[in-house]
């Protein structure tokens, strides 16, 4: 069966940085600027994205297109014991992330139907977690499913479903060179809009007046490799599904520098219309920036929703913020669905449209314990152990696995070979030294904390059953798929790099 392919590399480079730019760019990163501080926070920002992200990113590329294959195809060409660890990846992320991350979005979508009456009310805080989303008091006490939820759950589902189903180049390049230019102008149009805000200078201040100060704390530095390492999907075993679709010829380290760079890019510049928000919003109550500021999704439902109530025309803006966060956050979910897709395919020669269809239902029934009333804390305990453990140990593996166990000189040739910007010496250095250590930094962090006291005053209980059980389900999941026979011939294809030698 002939390899799906895209249309054009800017087809290509639209997917990577649509499975990049997702919620966390809008949200997280902006306050973590603004937490550690301000401008100065680019130094271990740009120092990670160059010594990890973007190495690491040349990597996936490389064995995804060298290897023709999704990642537990690509591993096991690799070392054939070793296919799990691209099982596990694509199953912890298609059978994990995105099932919280379209609940996520559902919320997205409900907020932006809300934001052209301001249906919040006066009191977005107590409208969010008390009648939204109805939170229970602990993760045992699920409580009722929230209908407004679901029923928005149904529909970004059947958008991933449509797009996915289409295929690689009538469905997920199509859909990604319509929506990141969307995405890029509607984002330009808040930032525009929000800096023109009485205030906005003072929020825009507080994100980017530098405190060196705050450099001398490791955690700074650790956060700021954590970041680069989320935001652009590394782990996922998307990059490598994706790049198997790249034709013979296609220019791997040119895409990997300019996915990393617009990636983080449209962080920085998407922090401007957070920012300016907040100032527009502590000057207008008589506060003091660090009163309205909060993280990550009270930043969002919270903080936002309150400053879209004060401000003129803030229903439209509200509704735009909130657009613009489900466009983000669709083009990230599909290519979620497409990397388990891929290696589905690869392995099972399944007929991709039926494949598609069940998973995406099967992925539908698995959201649905996030839309109840404990949904928000399954959730943040879910995300808690799948990012911390799952996808940086896949970050170390992969790294070991394609550092030592394999001759990465093959890679590294390839990449030359097709590449514009030549990697040396210095690439293997870091694929095979640096980087394992920074991301096992985090995970010994992680680790000490979780010893010290139990994540989020959660009960041990419910973190042990919940985030736990989840790691050790998607592992025996994804032994169960690798000790499975090959039902087509693509483990027996050699790499692209070994075939011209």
């Not at 690689?168 to 509607?186: C, H, R, S, T, Y």
Request: net charge positive; hydrophobic share 55%.
């Amino acid at each position: 069966m002939k390899r799906e392919q895209w249309k054009s590399q800017i087809g290509f480079l639209m997917a990577a940085v649509g499975s990049a730019i997702g919620l966390g760019n809008i949200w997280r990163f902006s306050y973590m600027a603004y937490s550690y501080g301000g401008g100065a926070f680019l130094i271990p920002y740009l120092t990670a994205l160059v010594t990890a992200g973007i190495p690491l990113l040349i990597l996936e590329f490389a064995i995804g297109h060298e290897r023709i294959g999704s990642a537990p195809l690509a591993y096991a060409k690799i070392k054939k014991n070793w296919e799990w660890l691209g099982w596990w990846a694509v199953t912890f992320v298609m059978f994990g992330i995105v099932l919280y991350y379209v609940v996520i979005i559902s919320w997205c979508l409900n907020y932006f139907l809300l934001s052209f009456n301001l249906g919040w009310g006066s009191d977005p805080n107590a409208y969010f977690y008390k009648k939204f989303l109805s939170l229970s008091s602990s993760p045992s006490k699920i409580g009722e499913i929230r209908t407004p939820i679901f029923f928005s759950l149904i529909l970004i589902w059947f958008i991933n479903w449509v797009i996915v189903y289409r295929g690689v180049q009538k469905g997920i390049e199509l859909a990604n060179k319509i929506f990141m230019p969307m995405l890029f102008v509607l984002t330009a149009v808040l930032v525009f809009w929000s800096i023109n805000l009485d205030g906005a200078s003072i929020g825009i201040r507080a994100y980017l007046t530098p405190d060196f100060s705050k450099l001398s704390n490791p955690k700074v530095w650790i956060d700021a490799y954590s970041q680069i390492f989320f935001t652009l999907s590394l782990g996922f075993g998307i990059m490598i599904a994706y790049a198997s679709y790249l034709p013979e010829k296609s220019d791997i380290s040119k895409s990997a520098i300019l996915t990393a760079f617009i990636n983080s890019g449209y962080s920085l510049f998407a922090g401007f219309a957070v920012f300016s928000v907040l100032g527009f919003m502590a000057k207008a109550q008589s506060k003091e920036i660090s009163e309205v500021v909060s993280q990550s999704i009270g930043l969002a439902f919270v903080a936002y929703p309150k400053a879209v109530s004060l401000m003129p025309g803030g229903n439209l803006f509200g509704a735009l913020f909130f657009f613009c966060l489900v466009v983000a956050g669709i083009s990230s979910s599909v290519s979620i669905i497409e990397a388990f897709t891929s290696a589905m395919v690869d392995k099972f020669a399944l007929k991709r449209r039926p494949l598609v269809t069940t998973i995406c239902i099967l992925g539908f029934l698995g959201s649905i314990v996030f839309t109840t009333e404990a949904g928000l804390l399954w959730l943040d305990i879910v995300d808690h152990f799948l990012t911390n453990y799952g996808l940086v140990v896949v970050g170390i593996a992969e790294c070991i696995l394609a550092g030592w166990l394999f001759d990465i000189y093959i890679l590294k040739r390839h990449i030359n070979k097709v590449s514009s910007i030549r990697m040396g010496r210095l690439w293997v250095a870091l694929i095979r030294y640096f980087v394992p250590l920074m991301l096992a930094i985090m995970l010994a962090g992680s680790l000490k904390a979780e010893v010290t006291k139990p994540y989020g005053g959660y009960p041990w209980a419910a973190i042990s059953l919940i985030g736990v059980n989840w790691i050790i389900l998607t592992i025996l999941a994804a032994v169960v798929f690798a000790l499975r026979p090959w039902k087509t011939e693509n483990l027996k294809k050699v790499g692209r790099g070994q075939r011209h030698r």
